[in-house]
């Protein structure tokens, strides 16, 4: 849902060039820091737009000195055409890819992602131990259902529990419409399927680094801050020894992370107000900065 433009904004002028190409083991974009030796990785995940929209994220991460690999999951060819039933191997292919490079630390490996990113990005880490750190922005800690029928994800090919979305013109596929009908539809079926939420909800306690999580007070496609809460309340019934981490903000929406000052009226039709929304970016970036700071520094 983001533009590749607004997220390329975020390479900014005077950081470290990099050199970005297309993956060769998984759909996506690779990109490298402009200095030799080894350095720290991260993976970017992208939300409900589909394709590789984020690549412009992995650029930003190389400037400051990561491998950093955009990974699609569906919506381009040799992919998944729909967000159904996505396998979380996927993910687990970038990671290896990312570990057996002779200029990747495997010990300081991380993810990050956006929207329906976030929620991959928890389960994929709830999964595989070799992610050390999480930043998940706007995201839900369990699955919910997919574009289709079924759940969004699989393991080994079985479909991950998930919570039952009530959407409109129930029996078809069709997407959602305005963002507006999205935050209802959400709302409504987190309601109504409230005692599904907790065999949907992934097993955050097995995640092998901290996490980061980050919502906007004014969300408008679902209710973040109530997601990352119900992920740190199960936090804290299920010991992790990591320093995790939440934030929200307010006046901020759903791609808050990506307003611009440039543009600030760019993405307030998912929730926030300009301002609102600019300046939560800037404060999230600060906070994206400085946790993965941390992990680079181990």
Not at 180 to 198: E, F, K, N, P, T
């Given at each position: 849902m983001?533009a ?12 470290a ?13 690779i990109?490298t ?6 350095h720290?990785a ?10 590789d ?17 955009s990974v ?8 998944p055409?729909s ?16 570990a057996?490079r ?23 880490a709830s ?5 050390h ?5 706007v ?9 289709g029928?079924?759940s ?9 529990p998930?919570?039952?979305?009530d959407?409109?013109?129930r ?5 959602f ?36 999580l ?9 209710d ?8 740190m ?12 981490e939440?934030?929200h ?27 609102g ?19 680079s520094?181990?």
């Open positions: 983001i590749l433009a607004v997220a390329l904004a975020f390479a900014e002028p005077g950081q060039a990099s050199t970005c190409g297309p993956a060769t083991e998984f759909v996506g974009t990109c820091p402009a200095g030799a030796g080894v720290p991260i993976v970017v995940l992208g939300g409900s737009g589909g394709g929209r984020l690549r412009g994220i992995a650029v930003r991460f190389a400037a400051r000195g990561y491998v950093a690999a699609a999951y569906f919506g381009v060819a040799g992919l055409p967000l159904d039933e996505i396998p979380v191997e996927t993910v687990s292919t970038a990671i290896g890819a990312l057996k002779p200029d990747v630390d495997p010990a300081r490996i991380g993810v990050f992602g956006d929207s329906k990113g976030g929620e991959l990005a928890l389960l994929a999964t595989d131990a070799r992610i750190a999480v930043v998940a922005v995201p839900s800690p369990f699955a919910w259902q997919g574009a029928f079924g969004s994800w699989t393991i080994s090919g079985k479909p991950v998930y919570v039952l979305l959407r409109p013109r029996g078809t596929r069709s997407s419409g305005a963002p507006a009908d999205m935050r209802s539809v959400y709302d409504a079926s987190m309601q109504l399927h409230r005692g599904a939420i907790a065999g949907a909800m992934f097993a955050l306690e097995k995640i092998a680094g901290p996490l980061l980050l919502a906007g007070d004014d969300d408008g496609v679902w973040s801050p109530a997601q990352c809460e119900l992920a309340a199960y936090l804290r019934t299920h010991p992790h020894p990591y320093a995790d939440y934030f903000y307010a006046h901020a929406g759903h791609a808050f992370l990506f307003a611009s000052a440039d543009q600030p009226q760019a993405e307030t039709r998912f929730g926030g107000t300009p301002r929304n600019v300046d939560a970016g800037a404060r999230a970036w600060s906070k994206i900065d400085e946790f993965l700071g941390r992990m520094s181990r």
